[in-house]
């Protein structure tokens, strides 16, 4: 079993800055691509930002400059340094990762984590 396990959530005054981080453990062999995506009230779960295991990022236009994901590989850890922080950044930030679980398969499975709440006040 795989799990991935968020923290770094929390309450954040409009301009100031929080670091999420994102655990992945279980037996498995590597974890590829991870990113992260936030869902807000009466909103579809979107895109933040994501990062190969090689270190290639793509961000949503409405975080670049302002965020930056990184990880590090041998801890299976991601992060997501958030900056400048908005109102509209408010929501449940969700770690996801395609994982392989065998050496000798390239089939990943795909993996959520449980949310972990991010909110902005003005």
């Known amino acids: 079993q795989v799990q991935l396990v968020e923290s770094g959530g929390g309450l954040v005054q409009a301009g100031g800055s929080l670091t999420l981080s994102c655990v992945g453990s279980?037996?498995?062999?590597?974890?590829?691509?991870m990113g992260w995506y936030r869902q807000a009230p009466g909103k579809q779960r979107e895109l933040v930002a994501t990062?190969?295991?090689?270190?290639?990022?793509n961000y949503a236009d409405s975080v670049k400059g302002r965020f930056t994901i990184s990880r590090d590989n041998a801890k299976n850890t991601v992060y997501l340094q958030m900056n400048s922080l908005k109102p509209e950044d408010t929501g449940v930030y969700y770690c996801?990762?395609?994982?392989?679980?065998?050496?000798?398969?390239?089939?990943?499975?795909?993996?959520w984590g449980q949310g972990t709440q991010v909110t902005v006040s003005s």
């Open positions: 279980g037996s498995f062999f590597r974890i590829n691509n």
């Open positions: 990062i190969t295991s090689g270190g290639r990022t």
């Open positions: 996801n990762a395609d994982v392989r679980k065998r050496s000798w398969s390239a089939y990943s499975d795909n993996y």
